[in-house]
């Protein structure tokens, strides 16, 4: 099997994206990798709202191996929810400037769960700091959040996931809240908002991509559909954005998007 394949956000959701993956053909009955040769990108935001943050961690860095193991390839990016749960992780109870409440109490607000931070190894925490921000896939930008925030990082893909890196790596409060604060935006891009078409387009032009893949915003809250209505991608902003949040934490069943097709899998 070969094919580039993209999943939205999961949020702790882990045995409705191993349906989700099963439908797709991507994994088989007990869950492990059997699309041989095939790349499937994760746009971040593993944890928070659902059953087993940990769990999803576990299981997208086992998808990983064994999908290296059979000439494949997992990717993963980094959300909003990823970052706030290491800043409660690092920083606790410490005042987060900007955003006027405590790191913890920030993420607990996001839908954090305390006894999914007790379960947060060393490993969860590496495997997560890791994480680019951004990736490229032929002409598409690859992001987690509709928001040209990333662009306060750097002018290239580049540089903008070594700074954000490099701010995952540092004990800077300020650093830290800063960018969950950047990460706060959704729907920059969506049709009829003001600026939106520029914004993006100066997004796109400054990172050399026609067009831009991302999860953060649930497809539902712009649809008014039922989460369990949405069955495939959002594409807005004259084909340029394709949103592929399916609310698997408000009760969607979530899909699979193959890129290289331009289709539900």
């Given at each position: 099997m070969a094919g580039i394949f993209v999943v939205g956000d999961v949020h702790g959701y882990l045995q409705p994206l191993v349906r989700c993956l099963q439908r797709a053909g991507l994994v088989d009955e007990a869950g492990g990798w059997q699309a041989g040769q095939a790349v499937l990108w994760f746009l971040g935001d593993y944890v928070d709202r659902g059953p087993d943050s940990m769990g999803v961690v576990d299981y997208v860095m086992a998808l990983q191996q064994q999908a290296a193991a059979r000439g494949g390839r997992v990717n993963a990016l980094l959300g909003n929810h990823d970052v706030a749960m290491l800043a409660a992780h690092r920083f606790g109870d410490r005042l987060a400037p900007g955003l006027q409440r405590s790191f913890i109490a920030e993420w607990l607000a996001l839908g954090g769960r305390e006894e999914e931070l007790a379960r947060l190894e060393r490993r969860h925490v590496a495997w997560l700091a890791q994480l680019p921000a951004l990736a490229a896939v032929n002409d598409t930008l690859l992001a987690h959040a509709d928001s040209p925030f990333y662009l306060e990082y750097g002018d290239t893909l580049e540089a903008i996931n070594a700074a954000v890196a490099g701010v995952l790596e540092s004990d800077d409060?300020?650093?830290?809240?800063?960018?969950?604060?950047?990460?706060n935006e959704h729907r920059a891009f969506v049709d009829g908002k003001k600026n939106g078409h520029v914004k993006l387009r100066a997004m796109l032009d400054r990172l050399g991509a026609q067009r831009l893949v991302h999860g953060h915003t649930p497809i539902f809250t712009l649809t008014g559909q039922a989460p369990?209505?949405?069955?495939?991608?959002?594409?807005?902003?004259?084909?340029?954005?394709?949103?592929?949040?399916?609310?698997?934490y408000a009760g969607g069943p979530g899909f699979v998007w193959r890129l290289d097709r331009q289709g539900a899998a």
């Open positions: 409060v300020e650093a830290w809240s800063g960018l969950l604060a950047g990460f369990s209505a949405v069955l495939g991608p959002l594409v807005y902003a004259e084909g340029r954005c394709v949103n592929l949040d399916g609310c698997f």
